[in-house]
């Protein structure tokens, strides 16, 4: 079919003039001059005419999709087809089987290279497709007016179907797109606003025409004397009729627009003149369709939320105040959004009435969120004093801050700003710790203050004398809070914090004092998940503690007033029970040997786990250990890694339980002689059968046996042999209950 069209074409004259005039009807042996968006196939039963057309399938995963004739690939594949900028007359054919419900649009797609992406523009009514079975096909028409079509743009024409409901397939062919020939220059055009000797306000002044049939670009020229371009010289392309120019206060401008095309341009245009007042008159931004729209805007202190359908929001009465210099976090939220929105915003900042490029700062969008975040920096040279912020965003393209976009959809909002010289920043007041507070946490505390609307940043002083800087010197924060480390216990300190900007510090900012406790405050820590895998028994250093509890909030259990005694230079077995446990579950256990409050990398210990019942190991205390009581942390996490070396405090993913205990350590050598006697006893065989035997009872005042679960399941009195016959196979811990109190417990293995 391809070729006889061509053929009568030719014959009758027509392929002598450069213009599109084309059937796509899919038939063609070379398919590449077709694009497809979602999922489409080229298929017979799709064909309107000949033997093939285009079949897309639409679904809720894919509800967006088309064909499209890409006119750059048939300029390629056929180059006796060339755009001639002037109007095309576009159509397609198509028809469908039961069951899907949308609308078919037929549409004009132009290429963004910088964004990579297809902007879509209708140029018929949409058809409106009911879950009924079309098998005749019908044809929908429409026009591309003069100049939309630009040379060197990538264009492509078809259909494109937005899905409401259903599935099922949809059928295409007949792709036509027939460009007028013209071989005359254009008439000259009107322009229709401003009105000739008007008065309008300062700012954007929007240049309106009315279109000029064949013209494909018009030549704009604003100046301040009759006939200038001092304003504006330019040459507006794309069928846009309207173009905005800077116009000043109190002033008189003159306006002339010429249509043009590839014959020439107009002859004997006129133009108009109109003047300005000292008012301030910002553009007006419009939208096709509010699909994408916001719901809440956050920056400085504006927090403006509103569910308004309005193309143009005007929130002008709502005004934020910053300072020129600065830079402000801003966070848009979508009520409304798509992969593919842009953000930008503009703050007029030199006050001219002009959302100019320089003025504007392009968001980062998520669609997860739903929010666009970025920061918006008021330049040092700001003018002082109130203006306005613009909000504006596209659908797939980047906004522009006057008139229609390039989607057709989206939404704007405006603000007041005031803008503010900025200046030297003044004293702020320290809110934590309060001024006098005693019992303050060691060896970590934190300071926080009020913020200063001129501050960039903060000096933070410390030290352990009035004025000293000892512990802090001016180290600098950028937020309104410090993390005091290494603070000793039971000290005084003396804090400042001085806010400072570009400009200089802060003057006169007093100091506050603050005493530490008497003991360390130690981090905390918490798991994810507490309902399995939990320590049932500790035994190390004379502590043989059970614990039943399967749920406690946040995985912790406090047994601080439970106490273990251990030498310094001295290597002690720790065996933890576990209960409900996993064969991932791993232990590691921390003791603050040198009693600064903070459990480091070098005071840990990972134990062996034992199947999913138990862990052990061996703890070393260092031979310079700070003598006293400390504390140790025991933590269990279902994982193979375990919970690490640096990972003493804070939230434990999945499964687990911590346990904190206090650990007394003594000088070398100084335990009671039955605390060291107890390192000579063993217990055997081991694997035993029913009886078990105690190499050395002496000093023992009774004996307790518990099962993996820290049950205990027999209490007997000292003997060198014990008779465990009623108990079941299985690992067992043995405990040596002395007479000076402490506790000697060995692991055994009934068979």
Partial sequence: MKKFLLSCFLALGIGASAQYNYLGNFEETDVSIYGQFGTGTITAAAACSGGFGGQIS??????????????????????????????????IKYKKASGPVGTLYLTLFQYDEVEDIWNITPIAAGVSLTSAAITTCSTVTGTIPAGVLEAGK?????????????????????????????????????????????????????????????????????????GGSDVYNGVITGGVTNHYVPVAKNSVYYAKVVPSNTNGDATGCTGIMFNTDN???????????????????????????????????????VTGHVIAGKTYPITVTMGTGYTGDIVAVWIDANQNGAFEDGERTILTYSNSTKQATGNIAVPSGALIGNTRMRIRVDYQATPIPCGGQASGYGQAWDFTVNIAALALPSCTTITAPADLATG???????????????????????????????????????????????????????????PTNTLGDATGCSEISFTTGTSWTYCTATHGTVNADRISNVNFGGINNPSSATTVTG?????????????????????????SGNANDRVGVWVDSNNNGT???????????????SASGNIAIPSNAVIGNTRMRVRLQRSTSGPGAANACGNLTGQGRTQDYTVNIVPEGTLAASDINKANVAIYPNPFKDVLRISDVKGVKSISVNDMSGRQVKTLAPSAEINLSSLKEGLYIV???????????FKAIKK
């Avoid at 024409?157 to 071989?183: C, E, K, L, P, W």
């Avoid at 007033?561 to 933890?576: D, F, I, K």
């Avoid at 005071?603 to 034992?610: A, G, I, R």
């Fill in 58 to 91: 639409p679904t809720a995963a894919v509800p967006q999709t088309g064909w499209m004739l890409m006119l750059d690939e048939l300029e390629v594949a056929q180059p006796t087809q060339t755009n001639n900028s002037q109007a095309a007359t576009v159509s």
């Fill in 154 to 226: 990538v264009y492509a024409v078809g259909a494109f179907y937005v899905r409401s409901s259903g599935t099922g397939n949809i059928y295409m062919d007949d792709i036509s797109i027939v460009q007028d020939v013209v071989t005359t220059a254009p008439n000259c055009t009107t322009i229709t606003a401003p009105a000739n000797n008007s008065t309008i306000g300062s700012g954007m002044a929007n240049i309106v025409w009315a279109a000029a049939p064949t013209a494909t670009s018009y030549k704009l020229t604003v100046g301040t004397t009759a």
């Fill in 279 to 317: 008012t301030v008159a910002y553009c007006t931004p419009t939208s096709t369709t509010v699909d994408e729209k916001f719901s809440k805007v956050v920056v400085a202190d504006i927090n403006q939320t509103t569910s308004s359908t309005a193309a143009y929001v005007d929130n002008t009465g």
């Fill in 440 to 498: 303050v946490s060691a060896p970590s505390a934190t300071l926080t203050w009020n913020a200063d609307t001129m501050a960039d940043s903060y000096k933070v002083y410390v030290g352990t004398t009035a004025g000293g800087t000892n512990v802090v010197n001016g180290t600098v924060a950028t937020t309104t809070s410090f993390a005091l480390t290494n603070l000793s216990k039971n000290t005084t300190y003396y804090a400042k914090v001085v």
């Fill in 555 to 579: 995985g912790y259990e406090d047994f601080t007033s439970v106490t273990g005694n251990v030498e310094a230079n001295g290597t002690y077995t720790m065996t933890v029970a576990i209960a």
């Fill in 599 to 613: 459990f480091e990398t070098t005071e840990y210990t990972v134990l062996t786990t034992s199947g999913t019942t």
């Fill in 735 to 745: 405990n040596l209950q002395m007479e000076d109190g402490s506790i000697k417990s």
